[in-house]
């Protein structure tokens, strides 16, 4: 018995060849998109003619016809395409159709993507044809120019470290080597044939067209969509201690919550809202739905504006985020002296102790006329003092049970 129970283990354990399940790829016209959502030109792609491409009215928007190979991921029931085996330029003209059937003939251009603020930093731009060249050539220059800035700097400071080995005396006699430059933010990226398209809003069908006739597999249903609500006030709020992880105050309805004693860093900004579902099909034309929504896509910092919270009036300033010296880990935000050292443009708000357990009322008047900025309205709820006591207290219910074992075994130990 015991032999055919290891018989049946070997067996059980024997490694057999295994084979991945290879899906079949199919060639076909797949569409890169560079969809504006109202901050950042994000990538995305249309893989199959069933699918509704999404854009927001209005804006530059960037559009690729490349041939590649695409396949079905059963696992996250979607399409796919394998860029990497296959990603050649579709050649042809776009055709654009509008719901009356006028068309409009689309021919590529070279375009880049000009991230000002550096990829992520919140808005981007796209240029074409001459200006396209203007502005990486320009980037170029400006990326070396600094690269010879750094190679200055780490040349003196291995120099200055050098002479502080070798005569430490003499060292101190010279001056410090210069510190490193600031990278600059600003990003272009490599020219690229692409579509442009800056369309109103409308049903269209679009199609790449090649020697008079439909290339296969390339007609899509476009959607260009406006706001359902605009021009509204969002607020952006950014508490000291947390600068990073900021909040939304969208809704005119939506309340800000604040500690007494605490400082807040408030921006204002234009804003437009969309159907949920319509900015998640931007994004990704496979999405699934969302529920039915808006989504508030923020346009703008408003400035020329002054903030009034109860008694307090603030102007927005340059502000800048410094890391706590010493073993207090952490960073404080202070005013920068020149705007071109501002990392944050806002008004600061410091909440009264006094104020403890009350509403703020805070709104927006315009700097010239005095006259209130409509929507710009919020609540500032201010924590209780009782209020942190439930909390501590809430927070520590999960370690009674390891204390209550903490006081029991010193109690037996104790006891022997």
């Known amino acids: 018995m015991r032999a055919l129970l290891l018989l049946a283990l070997a067996l059980i354990t024997a490694p057999f060849p295994a084979r991945a399940i290879e899906p079949e790829q199919v060639e076909r016209i797949a569409y890169r998109l560079s969809s504006f959502d109202g901050a950042e030109h994000g990538p995305a792609a249309s893989l199959s003619a069933g ?14 016809p490349r041939q ?33 059937g006028d068309a409009r003939t689309l021919r590529r251009e070279s375009v880049v993507t000009v ?23 320009s980037y170029e220059q400006i990326q070396s120019a600094f690269n010879r800035a750094l190679s200055e700097a780490t040349r003196a400071r291995i120099a200055h470290e050098r002479l502080l080995r070798d005569n430490p005396a003499e060292a101190r006699k010279r001056p410090p080597p210069p510190p490193d430059p600031v990278p600059p933010p600003l990003f272009v990226s490599e020219p690229r044939s692409a579509f442009v398209l800056n369309l109103p809003a409308g049903d269209y069908r679009l199609r790449l067209k090649r020697d008079g006739r439909i290339v296969e597999g390339s007609e899509r249903r476009l959607r260009v969509v406006s706001p359902i609500a605009s021009g509204s006030v969002t607020w952006q709020v950014i508490p000291e201690e947390r600068w990073t992880r900021r909040l939304a105050a969208e809704h005119p309805e939506s309340a800000i919550y604040a500690a007494p004693g605490a400082t807040l860093y408030l921006v204002p900004f234009r804003a437009d809202a969309y159907r949920a579902a319509d900015i998640a099909r931007l994004k990704d034309p496979q999405a699934p739905l969302p529920p039915p929504g808006e989504q508030w896509i923020v346009r703008e910092p408003l400035t020329g504006t002054r903030l009034l919270a109860g008694d307090v009036e603030a102007e927005l300033k340059p502000y800048r985020v410094v890391q706590r010296p010493g073993a207090a880990l952490g960073y404080r935000i202070e005013e920068a002296s020149a705007p071109q050292e501002a990392e944050l443009f806002a008004f600061a708000l410091g909440i009264p102790d006094e104020l403890a357990g009350k509403d703020l009322r805070l709104g927006l008047v315009d700097a010239g006329t005095g006259e209130p900025v409509p929507g710009a309205g919020r609540t500032i709820r201010i924590l209780a003092a009782e209020r942190y006591w439930l909390a501590w207290c809430t927070a520590a219910l999960p370690l009674l049970p390891a204390l209550f074992l903490f006081l029991g075994r010193r109690r037996r130990s104790g006891a022997g």
């Open 51 to 64: 699918e509704e491409i999404v854009l927001l009215a209005d804006t530059v928007n960037i559009i690729d």
């Open 68 to 100: 590649t190979l695409v396949y079905y991921w059963p696992l996250s029931r979607s399409f796919r395409a394998d860029w990497d085996r296959l990603d050649v330029e579709a050649a042809g003209e776009l055709e654009i159709a509008d719901e009356e």
């Open 115 to 137: 991230y000002p603020a550096g990829v992520g930093g919140g808005f981007s731009l796209m240029m074409a044809g001459a200006e396209a060249e203007k502005a990486r050539r």
